[in-house]
């Protein structure tokens, strides 16, 4: 069963920058899509930034448009967020999910694209 193994999280300042990665946990297999998406205690999982595999078509959510940046490499297979500028509000859990289908019944944006996921990596962004 593919799985996704997230690594990068960690306490930084508010105004930090912190670097995600994600990568398959076992053989690299096939992807229409990946995505970043964070979770806080309590809340629903919430969509950050998506990136299409073939085009490197990329989407963001406005709470850390022009903050964040998502790239991949079609080598190592793996997913990067760079984040920037970071704020006490982008603490979470940060989770990477792949569309391995790309079906588009529903938009990047959205959880119910994806059906590959880690299990998340901890961002606390303190004061």
């Known amino acids: 069963q593919e799985q996704l193994v997230e690594s990068g999280g960690g306490l930084v300042q508010a105004g930090d920058s912190l670097t995600l990665s994600c990568a398959p946990s076992g053989r690299p297999f096939g992807t229409y899509a990946m995505a970043w998406f964070r979770q806080v205690s309590g809340k629903e999982r919430e969509f950050v930034a998506a990136i299409t595999w073939r085009n490197g078509n990329k989407d963001y959510a406005d709470s850390v448009r022009g903050r964040f940046f998502i790239s991949r490499d079609g080598v190592k297979n793996t997913v990067t967020l760079q984040m920037n500028s970071l704020k006490p509000d982008d603490t979470a859990i940060y989770y990477c999910?792949?569309?391995?289908?790309?079906?588009?019944?529903?938009?990047?944006?959205?959880?119910?694209?994806?059906?590959?996921w880690g299990q998340g990596t901890q961002v606390t962004v303190s004061s």
């Open positions: 999910a792949a569309d391995p289908y790309g079906r588009r019944t529903y938009s990047l944006r959205d959880i119910r694209s994806y059906s590959i």
